[in-house]
């Protein structure tokens, strides 16, 4: 069933563009084990291509920067310091204080120090649940609280580590987004796999039409959705889950218990001004559980949630 | 569509603000939002649901717009009917042409300017010949107007007749007025605009030439525009009878030769946006009027001191110099698809009238396409140095006086509905009713005399009604 | 004397207002509207211009102060 918030629901059959329309500039490459997409909506290819590149070095930069994956990434450092305080620079900085106010927003459900559970969570589809000892030993790795923050300087207790991955890549499309807006005025789409942000309406005025899978999968046509302005982010996977006694565990990890939220959506699509902030209150949902909806309603969040 | 929106959540507001002040610190953008009521909604996110939130601008395309305005004043004084028609290009790279030609058709009755007496009064009509093939062009039964020549000199005038206690009101008035505005806007670099315009109009009794060049610059990423601009018009006045000497006696002579009046206008505003839905306007205009600025075909009533009866008519005289200054403010705040239009003005004159005016519409969406919008004005100004109703016969002539009703102290009410309709993509429908209303304002002069039954006021009330179409291919 | 004065307030204005402006590029949807145009429709402002110029003795302010007619 599908939970709909409502008020997103756009007018049918609304006024036609003017022109036939012209299709957008697209720049693909792939970044944070992503499809990216840049489109800029505009006649001027060459400009379009060089936005594009730009999109893709600054993709690139945060990812060499931010990865847990890539052993010479400034996190790799933070990661690997053993309890030794680390100095960061400015802008790694100013992510983990935002890291911090969300911990703190969020009473622990968003917590970037929960990666180390995916050593013991792999959500394959299977029936193969860790031990309950697997589980206890990994929980005094957790816990944002146990990171000291000083003037930038980040100290981790020995053994645990950051995960940017609910931050990263959100933060990446808000920047590419900022940055390619300054330098030109025609309207941007930036889409790191399914993360978005436009710089405003098409330039006759009209959404952009983006195809979302999880937002209706039963009914092609209401597969995509209009977008003048703002960002779009999805949580959740309807593939990644385990089935255990006909409980279904998503891959969304309590970081306070160490196990999957029990009664969470398949998928939460929100929308929000910033990536940012779409992916933080998409994140936030999934951890409610049973009251996602609830919550999202009460944020007043225009949102689409797939149960 | 909500439109009150109740205070967003608790985590929705905090995470605007940190997140806002990320990209502050991580150096892009040190002015990113912090005003949390710009934080997304539903609406904003989403497909807008009323066609007035579509972009105005659209490159590539022609518009034609044509439009008829029909003004009525009541007691049968000034008609007109207003048919316009304008023709805009907007090329794909921002430059705009624009062509704008406007008939004006008047009939009516107009005062005179002369104080109303207890008996009939009896006035040379100025407006028109009363020979020849002009005799019908402009008199009508209706007006009352009889030839009367002279046994002397042969001499033709037109007379016509003010009922007793009545305003004395020109009734014969007719005239038309083709006007022709041409108007071109192109970027000059990026963000930096300029607009030239050419202006004709063409009148019986009056041709008026004007040209016009601005400049609009944008700063702080285009969220402030700067603009100033200048205006030159030429104006040539030859009524039917020659322009008259100044506080000469009314007759139906010929007077002198046609006129010339020069307006030199500059204009300097600041636009400002000052959130993502709420748009500030500053403008101050300063214009320099010199030469002939008298109405040719207004008198003034020569008057008794002591009984109030009127002795002999005199053409009214103006200063040659007028200096005008006018601070304008306006807002324009969005809420949903719902706009809250606020304005004010102030103006003075260097012949001393100085006038405020307020004006307040609020733009409302009806369904998918089309929007209503209902506004009110308010309007007074104080009266010019010189007005008078009267000259009293026992006082030597001031230097300037006139008693057109547009030089008295006044207030006026608009009362206005507007909207529009689009029918489909390229045609949009409208149509507007003005209801307007003067009243005197301040203390209510008298003729001398017992004479209080006497109004010497002549302001009025209208209606004008517009409707047109656009039609953009 | 007076102009300079106005001259400097214009730019004063400008300064403070563009301390304050919050509203990125990519942010002015709304502003861009139809309905949020200062002359959203030509003819109705030009017809209010035209009477209001004929009837009153003020002009200027929103733009230039001439009427280009003899009805004033």
Redesign the interface.
């Known amino acids: 069933m599908t939970f709909f918030?409502?008020?997103?629901?756009?007018?049918k059959g609304?006024?036609?563009?003017?022109?036939k329309k012209r299709k957008p500039v697209s720049h693909l490459f792939m970044a944070m084990n992503s499809p990216c997409d840049i489109q800029v909506d505009g006649d001027d290819v060459h400009l379009a291509r060089e936005l594009g590149a730009l999109a893709e070095a600054e993709a690139h930069r945060i990812e060499a920067k931010y990865s847990r994956y890539q052993e010479n990434s400034q996190l790799s450092q933070v990661n690997r310091s053993n309890g030794t305080p680390v100095e960061v620079d400015?802008?790694m900085?100013?992510?983990l204080?935002?890291a911090n106010?969300?911990y703190e927003?969020?009473d622990g459900l968003f917590d970037i120090t929960s990666g180390v559970l995916r050593r013991i969570w792999r959500f394959d589809g299977s029936d193969k649940l860790p031990a309950e000892a697997e589980i206890e030993a990994l929980m005094p790795l957790i816990g944002w609280d146990k990171v000291t923050l000083g003037k930038n300087v980040v100290t981790l207790k020995p053994g645990m580590e950051i995960d940017f991955g609910g931050l990263g890549k959100e933060?990446a499309v808000?920047?590419v987004?900022?940055?390619l807006?300054?330098k030109t005025?025609s309207p941007?789409l930036v889409n790191f796999g399914g993360d978005l942000r436009?710089?405003?309406?098409r330039?006759?005025?009209s959404?952009w039409r983006i195809a979302i899978e999880s937002v209706e999968p039963d009914d092609p046509s209401a597969a995509t959705l209009?977008?003048?302005?703002?960002a779009?982010t999805t949580s959740g996977d309807a593939r990644r889950f385990l089935l255990k006694g006909g409980v279904r565990y998503s891959h969304i990890l309590n970081p306070r218990t160490g196990r999957p939220v029990i009664g969470a959506p398949r998928s939460i699509t929100v929308?929000?001004?910033?990536c940012?902030?779409a992916g933080?209150?998409s994140t936030?949902a999934m951890a409610k559980g049973p009251d996602a909806e609830r919550?999202l309603r009460?944020?007043?969040?225009?949102a689409w949630v797939l149960r | 569509m909500q439109l009150s929106k109740k205070n967003k959540g608790r985590v929705g507001a905090t995470l605007c603000l940190i997140t806002a002040n990320l990209f502050t610190v991580t150096g892009l953008h040190a002015q990113d939002i912090t005003d949390s009521t710009n934080n997304p909604s539903a609406q904003d996110s989403a497909e807008s649901l009323n066609v007035y939130d579509q972009p105005a601008s659209t490159p590539g395309t022609t518009t034609i717009d044509s439009a008829v305005l029909f003004y009525k004043e009541d007691g049968g004084r000034i008609q007109a009917i207003e048919p316009m028609v304008s023709l805009t290009h907007n090329t794909e790279n921002d430059s705009v042409f624009s062509a704008k030609l406007t008939f004006d058709s008047l009939t009516g009755a107009t005062p005179n300017g002369a104080a109303p007496w207890k008996s009939s009064q009896i006035f040379t009509s100025p407006t028109r010949q009363a020979n020849g093939d002009d005799e019908n062009e402009g008199s009508t039964g209706a007006s009352g107007g009889t030839i009367v020549i002279d046994p002397i000199t042969g001499q033709r005038t037109l007379e016509y007749t003010a009922d007793a206690f009545m305003l004395p009101l020109d009734s014969g008035f007719v005239d038309q007025r083709t006007a022709l505005d041409l108007g071109f806007t192109t970027p000059l670099t990026s963000g930096t605009k300029l607009s030239l315009g050419l202006n004709g109009s063409h009148e019986r009794d009056y041709n008026s030439f004007s040209g016009r060049a601005s400049i609009a610059q944008d700063f702080n990423n285009k969220t402030t525009t700067l603009s100033l601009g200048v205006n030159y018009e030429h104006d040539v006045s030859k009524p039917f009878f020659g322009t008259p000497t100044p506080f000469s006696v009314m007759s139906g002579d010929q007077k002198g030769p046609s006129q010339n009046k020069n307006v030199l206008s500059l204009i300097a505003g600041v636009t400002q946006v000052m959130t993502r839905n709420w748009l500030l306007q500053f403008n101050y205009s300063y214009g320099s009027v010199t030469g002939y600025q008298t109405d040719p075909y207004k008198i003034l009533s020569v008057v008794d001191p002591t009984t109030g009866a009127p002795q002999t008519y005199l053409y009214e005289s103006r200063p040659e110099k007028r200096t005008r200054h006018a601070f304008y403010a306006g807002s324009k705040l969005a809420l949903g698809s719902y706009v809250t239009d606020l304005s004010a003005r102030y103006y003075h004159d260097s012949w001393g009238i100085n006038s405020i005016t307020a004006n307040m519409s609020e733009h409302i969406p009806i369904g998918d396409l089309m929007y209503i919008e209902p506004g009110v004005r308010y309007y007074h100004q104080s009266a010019a140095d010189f007005f008078t109703y009267y000259l009293p016969s026992n006082v030597a002539l001031p230097l300037y006086a006139s008693a057109d009703s547009r030089l008295d102290s006044f207030n006026a009410i608009t009362l206005s509905l507007s909207g529009g309709y689009m029918i489909n993509d390229q045609i949009e429908l409208y149509a507007m009713v003005d209801a307007y209303r003067q009243s005197k304002a301040g203390q209510k002069d008298t003729l001398p005399g017992n004479n209080q039954d006497l109004k010497l006021y002549a302001g009025t009330n209208a209606l004008s009604m517009m409707t047109g179409v656009k039609v953009k291919f | 004397m007076k102009k300079t004065i106005m001259t400097f307030g214009l730019f004063g204005l400008t300064i403070l207002l563009g301390g304050c402006a919050t509203v990125q590029p990519w942010e002015r949807d709304v502003t861009a509207r139809q309905s949020m145009q200062l002359n959203k429709n030509a003819n109705f402002t030009s017809a209010h211009e035209h009477i209001y110029f004929s009837k009153e003795a003020s002009a200027g302010g929103r733009s230039f102060d001439g009427g280009g007619c003899g009805c004033n």
Not at chain 1, 14 to 19: L, V
Not at chain 1, 271 to 274: E, L, P
């Open positions: 918030l409502p008020v997103m629901a756009g007018p609304f006024i036609k563009p003017m022109h400015t802008e900085m100013a992510l204080t935002y106010s969300c927003l969020s933060y808000d920047r987004l900022m940055l807006a300054e005025d941007i436009v710089s405003g309406p330039r006759d005025g959404p209009g977008i003048k302005s703002g779009i929308a929000a001004r910033t940012m902030e933080i209150i936030l919550f009460d944020e007043e969040m225009a």
